[in-house]
């Protein structure tokens, strides 16, 4: 019976290891920063877009 709890407790202990952990937030802090980049670029593309509309000389001014 100690034999089968000690064999128990080494297996939870290798499903909860740190390097996992790390490794999984690790991905996901990458999956978050790589979202983060495509927002950016996306509004930069907005704002690159709108402002020659933007400063478009207005033809009725002399």
Do not use: H
């Not at 089968?4 to 802090?29: I, M």
């Not at 509004?43 to 000389?57: D, F, G, T, V, Y």
């Amino acid at each position: 019976m100690r034999r089968l709890t000690f064999l128990f407790c080494l297996l939870l202990a290798g499903c909860a290891s740190p390097a996992k952990r790390d490794a999984e937030a690790e991905a996901r802090g990458y999956e978050r920063g790589y979202q983060q980049a495509v927002r950016e670029q996306y509004w930069l593309i907005q704002n690159q877009q709108r402002q020659p509309a933007a400063s478009a000389p207005n033809p009725r001014q002399p």
